[in-house]
C-alpha cells in the first residue's frame, strides 16, 4: 500500500465514510487513497465550510471528522475551523498537503511551515512518514478522540503519500473509563445523598449516548433541575419537568438561573466545560458554602471557577459510582416550576411578527426529530432559549469558538449523513453570505435542506451594541441581498416570508420540496431589543 492508503484504510475502520475539502495537485493521492478505501469525497467552494461539513458527520456518526486541504492558501483557509473543531472540542482529522522537505530547500512558492501554524490550533501535528504512517495515523486518531475532544492535522509530503507503506488497522486498545474512589469518592456521595437543594450542570464533556443517560439517571434520583451549555441543550430532555434549558449568552436567562445555583446546597457538574459561558458564569458558585462536584475530561487549568471535589473521567461512570443507593426527595415547593415558568415568560413565542414567532413557529411545524444548526448573531441567542431540543446535538452551532459562517455547512454536513430527516440551519444575513457558496454544493447532491435566514441587513447584535453604549451607527448595516433570489439562482427554492401565515406555508412547502429551500423571514434590525 502507499501511505496514504494506510491513513485511508485506518479512518474508515474507525468509520469515517465522508471527507471535505477542496483539493489541488499536492493532495491528489489522498484522495484517490480515500476513495479506494470508501471514504466519499464531497468537494467544497471554501475550506471553511467543508470543516464544518466534517463537524457535522461526527455529530451525527461519532467518527471523527475528516478536513482535506492542499497546500499553502487551502491549508490556512482552514484555520478558523479547526480552532473551531478544537474550542468546540470536536474530533478533526486534518489532512493537508505539502511541498517535500528537500524541494522546500530550494523553492518558495508556497513554502511554509504548516506544522508550526497548526500546532496552536489542534491537539497536535505531525508531518506524515511513509515508514510510520500507520503509526501516526493511530496516534492522530487516539489523541483526536480521547479525553477531550478535538483536532488533530497531519501534514502529507506530496512523494510521501505515493510511497510504500506497510502496517495498517489499530495498535493501541483503547484506554479504560475511568471513576473515582477512595475517601473524595465517599464524601461526594455523601454529600449528593444528603443534599436538599441539588443542582446539575451539564455540559459538552458528557455529550454521549452514556453521558445523557447519566445526566438524567442523576437528575430523577437527587430530583435535581438541569441546566446545561447550549451546546450540551438535549443532555435532558428539555420537556422533562427537572429541564431548565440552555445558558451561557443570555442575561436575562441568567437573572433566573444564576441565582438557583447560588441557593443550591450541591452542585454537580458533569462534564461542564465553561468554554462555552460568558462572564457571568466566572465563579457562578461558592465552594466554601456549598459543595461543587465537577467530573470533567481533563483538570481545571480554566479558573473560570473552582470546586470542592474535581474528579477528572468518564461522566457516566463517574456519576454512576457517585449516585446515592435510594431516590431523594430534592428541593422542596414549587422553586423549580416556577424557574421553568419564569424562563417561559421571558422568552415568549411573541404575539407579533419577528425572530421570537419565526423560531416559534418553526419548532411547531417542523418535526419532533428534526436537526437544527445556528449561526452567530443575535438570533443565536434567541434561538439557543427557544428551541426545545428533546436528545443531545438536536442544536449544533460554535458556541465555543462562536465564528460566523457555521450553520449553512454544518446542516449540509447532517443532511449528507441523514439525507431523508429534516434538517434546518438558522442564519443572520450576513452569516448566511459568508457562505453562500456551498448552496452550489447542496444543489449537487440534491439535498433538500431548509436554510433560515433572518434578514434585517444589519450586523444586529453588533447594532444593539452600538447603541446601548451611544455611538454612532457606523459599518454594522449594509444594503439587502434578495436572499431567495438568491436560493433560486443556485437551484433551489427561494421564498420571502413577513407574516406568520407566509412561513408556515414555506416550511410546509419546504419539507416536501425535490430540492433545498431557503426562507428569508424578513425582520427589522431592531427585532431583538431586550429580546435575550
Not at 486498545?173 to 449528593?192: C, F, K, Q, Y
Not at 474528579?311 to 431523594?328: F, H, K
Not at 411578527?353 to 444548526?373: E, H, K, N, R, Y
Not at 446601548?468 to 459599518?475: A, F, Y
Request: glycine residues 8%.
Amino acid at each position: 500500500m502507499r501511505a496514504a492508503d494506510v491513513i485511508a484504510k485506518r479512518l474508515y475502520e474507525q468509520g469515517c465514510r465522508w471527507a471535505f475539502g477542496m483539493p489541488g495537485g499536492e493532495v491528489l493521492t489522498l484522495l484517490d487513497a480515500l476513495d479506494k478505501a470508501g471514504i466519499e469525497f464531497v468537494l467544497c467552494r471554501h475550506e471553511n465550510a467543508a470543516g464544518f461539513m466534517a463537524e457535522a458527520t461526527y455529530h451525527r456518526t461519532g467518527a471523527p471528522g475528516i478536513l482535506l486541504t492542499t497546500v499553502g492558501p487551502g491549508a490556512l483557509n482552514g484555520v478558523n475551523v479547526v480552532e473551531n473543531a478544537r474550542e468546540d472540542r470536536v474530533p478533526m482529522i486534518v489532512l493537508t498537503g505539502c511541498v517535500d522537505p528537500d524541494t522546500a530547500q530550494v523553492y518558495t512558492h508556497q513554502v511554509l511551515d504548516q506544522t508550526k501554524v497548526f500546532e496552536s490550533v489542534t491537539k497536535a501535528s505531525f508531518t506524515l512518514n511513509a515508514k510510520a504512517a500507520h503509526v501516526i495515523i493511530d496516534k492522530a486518531i487516539g489523541i483526536a478522540t480521547e479525553g477531550r475532544p478535538g483536532p488533530v492535522h497531519i501534514d502529507v509530503p506530496i512523494s510521501v503519500a505515493n510511497a510504500p507503506s506497510e502496517g495498517e488497522g489499530v495498535m493501541r486498545r483503547p484506554a479504560l473509563s475511568v471513576a473515582p474512589a477512595g475517601p473524595e469518592l465517599d464524601a461526594a456521595r455523601t454529600a449528593l445523598a444528603n443534599a436538599k437543594k441539588p443542582l446539575i450542570v451539564a455540559g459538552v464533556d458528557a455529550l454521549s449516548e452514556a453521558g445523557a443517560s447519566a445526566v438524567q439517571q442523576a437528575a430523577e434520583l437527587l430530583g435535581a433541575p438541569v441546566i446545561t451549555t447550549y451546546k450540551a441543550k438535549g443532555l435532558m430532555p428539555e420537556d422533562h419537568p427537572l429541564a431548565l434549558g440552555g445558558a451561557g449568552l443570555s442575561p436575562k436567562a441568567d437573572k433566573f438561573l444564576l441565582p438557583l445555583v447560588k441557593e443550591a446546597d450541591v452542585i454537580l457538574a458533569i462534564g461542564y466545560d465553561p468554554i462555552e459561558m460568558r462572564i457571568g458564569w466566572q465563579n457562578p458558585w461558592d465552594p466554601e458554602t456549598q459543595v461543587v462536584i465537577d467530573i470533567t475530561a481533563e483538570p481545571n487549568h480554566h479558573y473560570m471557577h473552582q470546586s470542592s471535589h474535581n474528579i477528572v473521567g468518564d461522566c457516566a461512570a463517574s456519576v454512576a459510582a457517585l449516585l446515592p443507593d435510594n431516590a431523594r426527595n430534592g428541593w422542596s415547593g414549587s422553586t423549580i416550576s416556577d424557574t421553568q415558568n419564569a424562563l417561559a415568560a421571558a422568552f415568549p413565542a411573541g404575539e407579533t411578527w419577528g425572530p421570537a414567532q419565526a423560531i416559534s413557529i418553526c419548532q411547531d411545524v417542523l418535526p419532533a426529530d428534526t436537526l437544527a444548526t445556528a449561526d452567530s448573531g443575535a438570533h443565536r441567542i434567541l434561538l439557543s432559549q427557544m428551541w426545545t431540543c428533546r436528545f443531545p446535538r438536536a442544536l449544533t452551532q460554535s458556541s465555543g469558538f462562536c465564528t460566523m459562517g457555521c450553520a449553512v455547512p454544518l446542516a449540509i454536513g447532517a443532511q449528507f449523513v441523514e439525507p431523508d430527516r429534516t434538517v434546518v440551519s438558522f442564519s443572520g444575513d450576513a452569516g448566511f453570505l459568508m457562505v453562500v457558496g456551498e448552496l452550489a454544493t447542496a444543489a449537487e447532491h440534491k439535498l433538500k435542506t431548509i436554510f433560515i435566514v433572518f434578514d434585517d441587513a444589519s450586523l444586529a447584535l453588533i447594532e444593539l451594541k452600538q447603541r446601548e453604549r451611544k455611538l454612532d451607527n457606523v459599518g454594522v448595516d449594509f444594503k439587502g441581498t434578495d436572499m431567495a433570489a438568491v436560493g433560486r439562482a443556485f437551484g433551489g427554492n427561494g421564498v420571502s416570508v413577513s407574516s406568520e401565515a407566509e412561513l408556515r406555508q414555506a416550511l410546509n412547502d419546504a419539507q416536501t420540496a425535490e430540492t433545498f429551500t431557503v426562507i428569508a423571514v424578513q425582520i427589522d434590525r431592531k427585532a431583538y431589543d431586550n429580546a435575550f
